[in-house]
């Protein structure tokens, strides 16, 4: 047996093994405006073949009203100066595509399963409504978050052995909140713009050197044509990744001032090639969320509602977007991302010992990080994502954060042995799994902030309150939510 395990990489197995045992938790459901918004294009666009939202938005009200929780129906039917818009006439739909995108698989594999099942004699509404098209996309969206923490295990193995890798992507899965939106809110955008980043990160690293002031920046032309696609599908995804670009562009303005010291001209026009090349189809493939833009808002731009949530400055005539509660967003008693998870304070300072390994990957991505805290800090009303489990803006750094821990922990490896490193993860798993249940069901006044008045206390107070409701969690996981 020990034979059979040498030399074999069972990385992969573990990850998947965790992600089917925590699979019989979930909760597939579509109930929460944001949710409603995503999905209303995949259902809207299959099924009525327009971009009117009135019925979905009227369906999924309905059910709200119904549970005394008219969030829905206020978010999204309510009229306001901007809704419906006023040159299209259209209803507000504040979301981008890509999960719509990303769904579509599973929602035509569900419509045909609801065909065959009902010529078989079911009774099944082939409306887009039913049970098998709502837990077809939350299944995709757990499916993606899957092959994310595939991806992520794979880059953390270029840099650490198998055992710092493993525990460091199951450690961060399981102690931030992407492990509430892969199980509880699947129907949300951030499992997909997980994925499609790690999928970014996985192309882009094809073929790079470990130093920039040693490598010269180039890919073959494929590797461009694959990255311009997938940075499209971030951006249609969540708008917000793509200040993730800025990895690339940083290494490819270090490219540039590299090859023009060394008067590197071949190289130069070789540079230029390729990153016309991902800029060209980078925007052809950002052409569906354009067109729908338009078709909505009357303009090539997302909604002035989201725009209006944005901070900016004017320096004489230029409005400079700045970012005042960047630090917030890390560190406030209440809703920072470091409190939160506080994990995330070893996979920020694992960074510096990524830098010791590969120096210029490690800055490009905190770079890429801190791009993601500024943006966020710039959403002066709602940077704070009250309502929301945890902070949610952050789940598509997950492979920032790998990287960086897996670092650390292969450094703390062979000073502690792999026993303590198991113990201090599944501490800040422990702490998750606590507030995960607190906002939930047991101190549900979470849900506008972390509260750290008897905290401790709570948390302590988790198992019990977890056997208590025992059968709920296993068999009737709606009694613990709304809208369900």
């Given at each position: 047996?020990?034979?059979?395990?040498?030399?074999r990489?069972l990385g992969?197995l573990?990850?998947?093994l965790?992600f089917?045992?925590?699979?019989?938790?979930?909760?597939p459901?579509?109930?929460l405006s944001d949710?409603?918004?995503?999905?209303?294009y995949?259902?809207?666009?299959?099924?009525?073949?327009?971009?009117?939202?009135?019925?979905?938005?009227?369906h999924f009200?309905?059910?709200?009203?119904?549970?005394?929780?008219?969030?829905?129906s206020n978010?999204?039917?309510r009229?306001?100066?901007?809704?419906p818009?006023p040159?299209?006439?259209k209803?507000?739909?504040?979301a981008?595509?890509?999960?719509?995108?990303?769904?579509?698989?599973g929602?035509?594999?569900?419509d045909?399963?609801?065909?065959?099942?009902?010529?078989?004699?079911?009774?099944?509404?082939?409306?887009g409504y039913?049970?098998?098209y709502?837990?077809a996309?939350c299944?995709?969206?757990?499916?993606?978050?899957?092959l994310?923490l595939?991806?992520?295990y794979?880059?953390?193995?270029?840099y650490?052995g198998?055992?710092?890798?493993?525990i460091a992507?199951?450690a961060?899965?399981?102690?931030?909140?992407?492990?509430?939106y892969?199980?509880?809110?699947m129907?949300?955008s951030h499992?997909?713009?997980?994925?499609l980043?790690?999928?970014?990160?996985t192309?882009?690293?094809?073929g790079r050197?470990?130093?920039?002031?040693?490598?010269?920046g180039?890919?073959?032309?494929s590797?461009?044509l694959?990255l311009?696609v997938v940075?499209?599908?971030m951006?249609?995804?969540?708008?917000q990744?793509?200040?993730?670009?800025?990895?690339?562009?940083v290494?490819?303005?270090?490219?540039y001032?590299?090859?023009?010291?060394?008067?590197?001209?071949s190289?130069?026009?070789r540079?230029?090639?390729?990153h016309?090349l991902?800029?060209?189809?980078?925007v052809?493939?950002?052409?569906?969320?354009l067109?729908t833009y338009?078709?909505?808002?009357?303009?090539?731009?997302?909604?002035?509602?989201v725009?209006?949530k944005?901070a900016?400055v004017q320096?004489?005539p230029?409005p400079i977007?700045v970012s005042?509660r960047?630090?917030?967003t890390l560190?406030?008693?209440a809703?920072g991302?470091?409190l939160?998870s506080?994990?995330?304070?070893l996979a920020?300072?694992?960074?510096a010992?990524?830098?010791?390994r590969d120096?210029?990957?490690?800055?490009?991505?905190?770079i890429?990080?801190?791009g993601q805290?500024?943006?966020n800090?710039?959403?002066?009303?709602t940077?704070?994502?009250?309502?929301?489990?945890?902070?949610r803006?952050?789940i598509?750094?997950?492979?920032i954060?790998?990287l960086?821990l897996?670092?650390?922990?292969?450094?703390l490896?062979?000073?502690?042995?792999?026993k303590?490193?198991?113990?201090?993860a599944?501490?800040?798993?422990?702490?998750?799994v606590?507030?995960i249940?607190q906002?939930?069901?047991?101190?549900?006044?979470?849900r506008r902030?972390?509260?750290w008045d008897?905290?401790?206390w709570?948390?302590?107070?988790v198992?019990l309150q977890?056997?208590?409701r025992?059968?709920?969690?296993?068999?009737d996981?709606?009694?613990?939510?709304t809208?369900?």
């Open positions: 047996m020990r034979t059979f395990f040498a030399g990489d992969p573990v990850i998947v965790v089917l045992i925590l699979l019989p938790f979930s909760l459901r579509i109930a949710e409603v918004q995503y999905y209303a995949l259902r809207s666009f299959y099924f009525d073949r327009d971009l009117d939202f009135y019925n979905e938005y009227q009200a309905d059910i709200g009203l119904k549970n005394n929780d008219a969030a829905v978010a999204l039917l009229p306001d100066d901007a809704n818009n040159v299209t006439g209803l507000r739909n504040v981008p595509i890509g999960s719509a995108l990303l769904w579509a698989p929602f035509v594999v569900a045909l399963w609801v065909q065959i099942a009902n010529a078989g004699g079911a009774a099944i509404p082939r409306d039913s049970q098998p709502i837990v996309v299944l995709m969206s757990a499916l993606y978050s899957l994310g595939l991806l992520t794979r880059l953390a193995r270029i650490t198998q055992l710092p890798a493993l992507t199951i961060v899965f399981l102690s931030t909140p992407l492990v509430f892969t199980y509880l809110a129907a949300w499992a997909n713009g997980f994925f980043f790690t999928l970014f990160l192309i882009w690293m094809r050197e470990g130093n920039l002031g040693l490598g010269d180039q890919r073959h032309w590797v461009w694959a311009g940075a499209g599908l951006v249609m995804t969540r708008e990744l793509g200040l993730l670009l800025l990895i690339p562009a290494e490819a303005l270090a490219a001032i590299g090859a023009l010291r060394r008067r590197q001209w190289l130069l026009r540079l230029f090639a390729g016309l991902f800029l060209a189809v980078f052809v493939s950002l052409t569906p969320q067109a338009w078709v909505l808002n009357g303009r090539i731009g997302p909604s002035s509602t725009g209006g944005l900016f320096l004489g230029l977007l005042p960047f630090w917030d560190i406030h008693p809703h991302a470091l939160w506080p994990i995330l304070f920020l300072a694992g960074l010992w990524l830098f010791r120096g210029p990957l490690a800055l490009l991505l905190l890429g990080f801190l805290v500024y943006i800090g710039a959403f002066g009303t940077w704070h994502l009250s309502g929301s489990f945890g902070f803006r952050l598509e750094c997950t492979p954060f790998v960086g897996s670092a650390l922990l292969a450094w490896q062979p000073r502690l042995g792999w303590p490193l198991v113990v201090g599944a501490l800040f798993v422990a702490w998750n606590g507030l249940a906002w939930t069901f047991v101190r549900t006044e979470l902030g972390l509260i008897d905290m401790l709570y948390q302590l107070q198992p977890i056997l208590s025992l059968g709920d969690i296993l068999f996981r709606c009694r613990l939510t809208n369900c």
